[in-house]
């Protein structure tokens, strides 16, 4: 079960670090895997759950990247010539 899924009477009192976003990506990661490995199977009637659960875990963190403080508006990270300043980097990883 995905590490999204929280009971409603637990959701909004979990603390969201970098540990639980990494997880988040790492259980993506071995999603988006299954999925292929059932695609290339030519299963793709098994490949819904995995998909709903997938995309349930990107809106999450969609919404986490949105809620974050953090986040700089792309136009501000501009330079006058208009390419982008230094990309910010998550976890030691550059954003792609």
Sequence with gaps: MSIV?????LRGKAKVNQETIQ???????QLVRCIT???????????????????????????IADASPDNVPLSSNSTSNGTLASTPTVNGHGRT
Excluded: S
């Design 37 to 63: 490995e059932y695609m290339q199977k030519g299963r793709a009637v098994e490949c819904v759950q995995y998909q709903q659960i997938l995309h349930r875990n990107i809106v999450y963190l969609a919404t």
């Design 5 to 9: 899924f929280v009971p409603k009477k």
């Design 23 to 29: 997880r988040l990506l790492d259980e993506n990661d």
